[in-house]
């Protein structure tokens, strides 16, 4: 018993002397904003506070790691301009000219009929009403504001610039890798396999920098909007192929290279209990024919397991998303796995909420409503991709894509019967100095079969300090419960 | 001294009440500017029997009451500190001492060792601290480490000792695992190959601290309660053990090591694993008067002579190596059931010199001694999500099967060891999928001992009305064709079970 006392006093001292020590050694070395943070700037209901506004990289990031993602406005909207061939703001205004900046709440359908032509239809129809069962995310009213030019940084429109023409596509539309070196593929998307192109920039978007570090919280409503989840994660991510941003540039690694690896995130649940500790670690290949690997820490196992890579089409944990829908569309097109036959439908202009600028939007207790979120006219791609395999969860999926930037807004898949079962609304946040939309986003996902919704608010901060020990078998470990 | 153990639990109970149910906890707190989640459940479970034998009851067999809370504490990005405290009580003690079939059957009795579990490790469950400088990560304190690939049989995850005193569930599924006084360390070498993704060592030693084995069910109403296995003895039932346990001494004997690769290598965890330590649950062997009645008991409350079985025994070394190998086999994936391929999961460990009871069968397994045998334990599992519309059209079906299979490389020519043959077969099947958006989780396993003939199988039907509360109707039943045999000691054990648990954080 002596020696147990000894044992647990070496222990502790250990353990302060380590407290007392480590704090000053790494302090600085992996700054984050936790879902605790990011709370005391905005609650997640009932919080108007434009919390981009103090909540800024230029507080959070270190100087020099602001200084290197930060770039002239004025001259990001020049070269994108000339990137993408056009400046959104004189491509809408076409159609219904008639609603312009403004307030407009959903009592007024009757007196402005060309908010119904102008909105996208399952918006208008089902979520520009005052809020309530079954869904969250209804719009009571919707602050329209004048059209921006949204440009994205100096790196990407120099990389497209430099590769531009070079990004080829089979004959089946399916990319040549070794042809894609960085920046968006196909700045001007055109020809045969037009949408596939649009996809394609979809895929290889800059979904933030190169590395770095999510803050997320959902909640998940049932169809009386009682709220039966609530979850808070964290995560990891990495781009090892055509990085502009952040050393090194090009591939991350030789390893990457020789692999043929895209991208790996590294996803952790803090709460709620039983979901605390488990530890998610997923692996993209550029090979369109190779499955992702998918590595589990299972908090009651205390065990690294191998999951199904080809598991891709079940929801996860009771969420309104499969993982074939992560960051609201992230599939490889590909002849063999899935394979989607891809079709412009429509190429115009919608009044859509499509960025967050300040932070201000919001949504509120009472019918979990959306409030204070700018919505403007937006030139728009719609695809639609359908499905050849007959044995997929879904027959064709809707994509709404931002045609000046390519970054999705809203996606609905329909399953094998026509109906629509799961639909996702990303209002991605967008940081004019960086000329970047990261993932820092407010989400909502819904069952529309299962009548569930989750709202969800992602904070990402780019991240040079995550690396492979943090995505690797080490991340899971160190990261599990 | 009982007043204030009492009072230390009442303390306790209290204090993990008031967190449990206090809207002023949340699930993260900020000390010192750094984050500290808290989490925590109760559960209240009640289950019925069904049979009314000596060895069971036919009305309340168990309330267990658990009250669970963890904390895990980022002191800093790199060094954090995790604790988990639990308290469990079985109030069918309580409940169940008024009426006298309980008592004259002996179960009351065990009340000093099922009621309420106050020792300091069980209630004191995870206490680590976890450094994670560069490549390395070290833990130091009262943790678990799970080897291993398989769910239902345990091969190679043999350094945490189990709590099964109260049957194969026990009291909930993470905490049978008795974390133990342990130090690790972790190294994962940067890799830059193709065929080589990931590489980790871990080292885990234990100094034997304080010596916790494995937490087996008992032998006798009134030391296994309403666990207590029934051996068939014609005329007479098997009651407490006598005897002396010898168990290796704190820091001088019982240091275990052990040694393990990791890697994820050509789309395949695999794993080699080397342990050099003891064994978590005893050999014995009966020493005179061997069985025994003992006053003041001599007789069950149905006539039946209860006989006592005299032992001595002590904790063997377990020497082993092992292998695992993980593997999705996308060549198996197939359209008609939903495209998602099989994942096989391969253990096998290799235990040199194992120490075993053998016994005469000619004394009736009264003569007996302690012999050794290299002991072979391999298993394998597939596990298979499927679609199938017919009975679930929106969310798939998670199956899982397993093989096991353990040989006694030496097993004796005219000895018996208790419990084995030479080849000994196990196998075991889940199933389960969800309804209502995952509200709804029916699933079924079954446990089958091959050799024995003997079947355990556990329907249970899980409510999630949401984050917070649970709802679990079961039930476990035992079916065994030869009379005291695997899984047939269990046979009287059959009841129903109904627990509601409430989580927060």
Same mark, same amino acid.
């Given at each position: 018993m002596k020696k147990v006392k000894i044992f647990v006093v070496c222990f502790w001292v250990l353990f302060l002397t380590l407290s007392a020590m480590l704090p000053i050694l790494w302090a600085a070395e992996e700054y984050k904003v936790t879902a605790q943070d990011l709370e005391q700037y905005k609650k997640i209901v009932d919080d108007p506070r434009p919390y981009l506004k103090e909540l800024t990289y230029k507080k959070i990031l270190p100087p020099d790691v602001y200084?290197?993602?930060?770039?002239?406005?004025?001259?990001?909207?020049?070269?994108?301009?000339?990137?993408?061939?056009?400046?959104?703001?004189?491509?809408?205004?076409?159609?219904?000219?008639?609603?312009?900046?403004?307030?407009?709440?959903?009592?007024?359908?009757?007196?402005?009929?060309?908010?119904?032509?102008?909105?996208?239809?399952?918006?208008?129809?089902? =979520?520009?009403?005052?809020?309530?069962?079954?869904?969250?995310?209804?719009?009571?009213?919707?602050?329209?504001?004048?059209?921006?030019?949204?440009?994205?940084?100096?790196?990407?429109?120099?990389?497209?610039?430099?590769?531009?023409?070079?990004?080829?596509?089979?004959?089946?539309?399916?990319?040549?890798?070794?042809?894609?070196?960085?920046?968006?593929?196909?700045?001007?998307?055109?020809?045969?396999?037009?949408?596939?192109?649009?996809?394609?920039?979809?895929?290889?978007?800059?979904?933030?920098?190169?590395?770095?570090? =999510?803050?997320?919280?959902?909640?998940?409503?049932?169809?009386?909007?009682?709220?039966?989840?609530?979850?808070v994660n964290e995560a990891c991510w990495i781009r090892f192929k055509g990085r502009v941003f952040m050393e090194p540039y090009g591939w991350y690694d030789e390893r990457a290279k020789s692999v043929g690896e895209e991208f790996s995130f590294k996803f952790f649940y803090l709460s709620p209990r039983d979901m605390f500790g488990n530890v998610m670690t997923s692996m993209k290949y550029l090979d369109p024919d190779k499955y992702d690997q998918m590595l589990l820490y299972i908090n009651a196992l205390r065990r690294v397991r191998l999951m199904s890579a080809t598991d891709i089409q079940d929801s996860i944990g009771g969420a309104d998303v499969i993982y074939a829908d992560s960051f609201i569309y992230s599939q490889k097109l590909s002849s063999t796995i899935f394979p989607y036959r891809c079709e412009v439908i429509a190429e115009r202009e919608y009044l859509v909420p499509f960025a967050i600028l300040d932070g201000s939007g919001?949504?509120?207790?009472?019918?979990?409503?959306?409030?204070?979120?700018?919505?403007?006219?937006?030139?728009?791609?719609?695809?639609?991709?359908?499905?050849?395999?007959?044995? =997929?969860?879904?027959?064709?999926?809707?994509?709404?894509?931002?045609?000046?930037?390519f970054y999705p807004l809203l996606i609905l898949n329909y399953d094998q019967k026509g109906r629509l079962y799961r639909s996702g609304l990303v209002i991605s946040a967008y940081f004019p100095e960086m000329g970047m939309f990261n993932y820092t986003s407010d989400v909502m996902m819904y069952d529309h079969l299962d009548m569930h919704s989750s709202f969800s608010r992602t904070f990402v901060i780019p991240a040079p300090w995550v690396g492979r020990k943090d995505i690797n078998m080490r991340g899971l470990v160190v990261k599990g419960k | 001294m009982k007043k204030k153990r009492f009072l230390i639990l009442f303390l306790m109970v209290g204090w993990i009440t008031t967190l449990t149910f206090s809207s002023a906890v949340a699930e993260e707190f900020s000390v010192l500017g750094r984050p500290l989640q808290l989490f925590g459940y109760a559960t209240q479970e009640m289950s019925f029997g069904f049979k009314d034998t000596y060895d069971t009851e036919n009305s309340l067999n168990s309330a267990l009451m658990n009250l669970f809370v963890e904390g895990d504490y980022a002191i800093t990005d790199k060094l954090k500190f995790y604790g988990s405290s639990m308290l469990t009580v079985d109030w069918a003690y309580q409940l169940n001492s008024h009426r006298d079939d309980w008592n004259e059957k002996l179960f009351s009795k065990s009340r000093n060792k099922l009621n309420v579990d106050d020792k300091y490790w069980m209630l004191l469950k995870e206490a680590r601290l976890t450094w994670t400088p560069g490549d390395f990560m070290f833990r130091a304190g009262k943790q678990i480490v799970s080897w291993g690939e398989l769910l239902g049989f345990r091969i190679m995850d043999q350094i945490n000792p189990l709590d099964q005193r109260r049957g194969f569930l026990d009291v909930e599924f993470e905490t049978t695992i008795i974390p133990i006084w342990l130090l690790r360390a972790d190294y994962y070498p940067k890799i830059n190959s193709s065929w080589l993704q990931d590489l980790g060592f871990e080292f885990v030693w234990n100094p034997n601290a304080d010596f916790i084995p494995n937490q087996d069910i008992m032998a006798g109403n009134a030391d296994g309660g309403i666990w207590a296995p029934n051996v068939p003895i014609p005329g007479a039932h098997m009651a407490t053990a006598y005897g002396r346990i010898d168990t290796p001494q704190r820091w001088k004997e019982g240091n275990e090591f052990g040694l393990r690769a990791k890697a994820n290598m050509l789309g395949a965890m695999t794993t080699l694993n080397f342990f050099y330590g003891r064994d978590n649950s005893p050999v014995t062997q009966l020493v005179p008067p061997f069985m025994s009645p003992v006053p003041p008991h001599i007789f069950a409350s149905d006539g039946d002579v209860l006989l006592h079985p005299f032992q001595e025994g002590h904790y063997p070394l377990l020497k082993f190596v092992g292998l695992t190998v993980a593997k999705e086999i996308i060549p198996l994936k197939a359209s008609f059931l939903g495209d998602v391929a099989p994942t096989v999961y391969f253990e096998a460990m290799y235990a040199f010199d194992s120490t075993f009871t053998f016994s005469n069968p000619l004394s009736g397994g009264v003569l007996s001694r302690f012999g050794k045998s290299d002991d072979l334990?391999?298993?394998?599992?597939?596990?298979?999500?499927?679609?199938?519309?017919?009975?679930?059209?929106?969310?798939?079906?998670?199956?899982?099967?397993?093989?096991?299979?353990?040989?006694?490389?030496?097993?004796?020519?005219?000895?018996?060891?208790?419990?084995?043959?030479?080849?000994?077969?196990?196998?075991?099947?889940?199933?389960?999928?969800?309804?209502?958006?995952?509200?709804?989780?029916?699933?079924?396993?079954?446990?089958?001992?091959?050799?024995?003939?003997?079947?355990?199988?556990?329907?249970?039907?899980?409510?999630?009305?949401?984050?917070?509360?649970?709802?679990?109707?079961?039930?476990?039943?035992?079916?065994?064709?030869?009379?005291?045999?695997?899984?047939?000691?269990?046979?009287?054990?059959?009841?129903?079970?109904?627990?509601?648990?409430?989580?927060?954080?």
């Open positions: 200084a290197k993602l930060t770039f002239d406005v004025e001259e990001m909207k020049v070269q994108w301009a000339e990137v993408v061939g056009f400046r959104a703001p004189d491509e809408v205004g076409k159609i219904a000219p008639e609603i312009k900046p403004g307030t407009y709440s959903y009592k007024d359908k009757a007196k402005y009929p060309g908010l119904k032509e102008l909105m996208i239809p399952l918006q208008y129809e089902e =979520f520009f009403k005052p809020g309530g069962p079954p869904f969250v995310g209804c719009f009571p009213e919707i602050k329209v504001v004048p059209t921006r030019q949204y440009y994205l940084a100096l790196p990407i429109a120099k990389a497209t610039k430099e590769n531009i023409g070079r990004t080829k596509l089979d004959d089946k539309g399916l990319i040549k890798e070794e042809t894609y070196m960085a920046g968006v593929p196909f700045p001007k998307p055109e020809g045969k396999f037009k949408a596939n192109q649009v996809i394609y920039n979809l895929l290889k978007r800059y979904i933030g920098h190169e590395n770095q570090y =999510f803050t997320a919280t959902t909640r998940g409503f049932t169809r009386n909007l009682r709220i039966d989840q609530d979850m919001y949504m509120s207790s009472k019918g979990m409503e959306l409030h204070d979120y700018e919505w403007e006219r937006r030139p728009m791609y719609v695809v639609k991709m359908t499905q050849l395999d007959k044995n =997929f969860v879904y027959s064709y999926r809707i994509l709404y894509i931002d045609k000046e930037t | 334990r391999t298993g394998i599992e597939v596990a298979w999500k499927v679609k199938i519309p017919a009975l679930n059209a929106r969310t798939y079906f998670n199956i899982t099967g397993e093989f096991f299979w353990r040989r006694i490389m030496d097993y004796p020519s005219f000895e018996e060891i208790a419990g084995y043959k030479k080849n000994n077969y196990q196998t075991f099947l889940s199933v389960n999928t969800s309804y209502f958006h995952n509200k709804l989780t029916p699933s079924f396993t079954w446990i089958h001992d091959i050799n024995s003939n003997s079947n355990y199988f556990i329907p249970k039907l899980v409510y999630d009305y949401d984050y917070h509360w649970h709802f679990t109707l079961g039930a476990q039943l035992f079916k065994g064709a030869k009379p005291g045999q695997g899984l047939q000691l269990f046979d009287n054990k059959n009841q129903i079970y109904f627990k509601v648990a409430y989580k927060w954080g």
